[in-house]
């Protein structure tokens, strides 16, 4: 029902910035959560930041509060992840997903984008 691609990864430097997009089609969002999760070599997947695009509803893993930044934008049917302060611990594919709001599944994945921070 909804297909997403993300872009936006690329190689920075420690304390950089970088901003994800996810463009999404095949389904108005007013009723899904948009999330954004990450996964480095070794390591389980990880919820980084999600919200609900019509109830605005928005969270952040404690390991990138004050430092990443969701939003969401409507007439361009896009969710964006901006990321400032990045750690080489940030270093990860990240990938979107979604799911209804009311749901706990995220049903419908991106192929991923892959970001690098160097020390």
């Known amino acids: 029902e909804v297909q997403l691609v993300e872009s936006g990864g690329d190689l920075v430097q420690a304390g950089g910035s970088l901003r994800l997009s996810c463009a999404a089609s095949g389904d108005t969002l007013d009723d899904y959560a948009l999330g954004w999760f990450r996964q480095a070599p070794g390591k389980e997947r990880e919820g980084v930041s999600c919200i609900t695009v019509r109830e605005g509803i ?62």
Do not use: H
Request: proline share 2%; hydrophobic share 30%.
């Open 58 to 119: 928005i969270y952040y893993a404690d390991s990138v509060k004050g430092r990443f930044t969701i939003s969401s934008d409507n007439a361009k049917n896009t969710v964006f992840l901006q990321m400032t302060s990045l750690k080489p611990e940030d270093t990860a594919v990240y990938y979107c997903a979604s799911r209804k709001s009311w749901n706990t599944d995220y049903d419908y994945w991106g192929q991923g984008t892959q970001v690098t921070v160097s020390a």
